[in-house]
């Protein structure tokens, strides 16, 4: 007989959101922490003193990804003092995306608002959103906008403002600033996107393409005066490849045979091109005065080579349509989403 040391049941597993499940909150308020000791204490007095006088239902969830200075034992001990918090303790530093993940997932908010834990962010800002999102129109994100932002110039704000421009175009959602963390999200939205790599900024235009409102605010920006940033210049290049999956699967998640398929009629059109030309070769069209034999043209090889290229293209788009259908059926997915559904029969009438 063996024993299973490592892996937990099902039940241990699901213990660790199941938490969750039975709380409800207006807000929840979420801060990745990695290393940020002497942030902290100042982080969760100025955060529940805004929370608490705008009257807020609340909660803060803390997650500790990964610090290797004293962060998780500052959390554990705020956590002890302040029922209205919750601490996330990821088993290594997996990154301030997945840290949010993990912080969205164990919320309960009707709100989620994802916050840096270094200061940078101002909890201040936090109603102003609200009152944003709630407003009329009403929103599904509210996204902050850091216009003055206070960070290096050349290895931050510069690259940092032409990976928006970019961004911006590519995914047509017109906002400023998708690398800033506080923003405003309703909660059916984030259930609809995955998140990935570093994927967080891109979450506006994940939402919007599944049909979320968006806005921006101005927000307030404040310099780092304690601790390190965890970035510089190489972050840049990485968002910029990112966007690339984040078209794709924006764009053709749902019908990548269109996306393969256009690549395979533009490839089948050379074909037929180039063996036109040898063929107007052979009849000498084009100044050869015996004319070129078409088995001794290379550009029937060529010409042979594309149209066998066609074909594959046109298999891995079928074959990428048979896994997208496993993807969405798989985790109960749609291809709509339903803002809401409108009815003058009362709730409990069949
Ligand atoms: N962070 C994290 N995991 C990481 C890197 C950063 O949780 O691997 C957190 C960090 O503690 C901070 C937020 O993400 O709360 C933003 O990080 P940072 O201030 O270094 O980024 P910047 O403001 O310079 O863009
Ligand atoms: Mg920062």
Sequence with gaps: ?????????????????????????????????HNEELNLEDLHSELSGVLQSAGLDYEIIYVDDGSRDTSLKILKSVADRDERVIVVELRRNFGQTAAMAAGIEHSCGDVIIPIDADLQNDPNDIPRLLDTLNGTPRYDIVSGWRKDRKDKMVTRRIPSQIANAIISRVTNVPIHDFGCTLKAYRREVLEDVSLSSDLHRFLPALAA???????????????????????????????LLDLVIVKFLGTYMTKPLLFFGKIGMATFGFALLILAIAVGQKFGYFGQPEGLNLNRNILVSLSALLAFFTVQCVLFGLMAELLVRVYQDGRGRKIYRVREVYSSAKAGDA
């Design 1 to 33: 007989m063996t024993t299973m040391i490592n892996a937990p049941s099902e039940a241990a597993r699901k213990d660790t959101t199941a938490a969750v499940s039975h709380r409800r909150r207006a807000l929840s308020v979420v801060a990745p922490v």
């Design 209 to 239: 393409w599944h049909g979320a409102n968006i806005t921006e605010l101005v927000v307030n920006h404040r310099p780092r005066t304690r601790g390190v940033t965890k970035y510089g210049l190489a972050r840049t290049i990485r968002v």
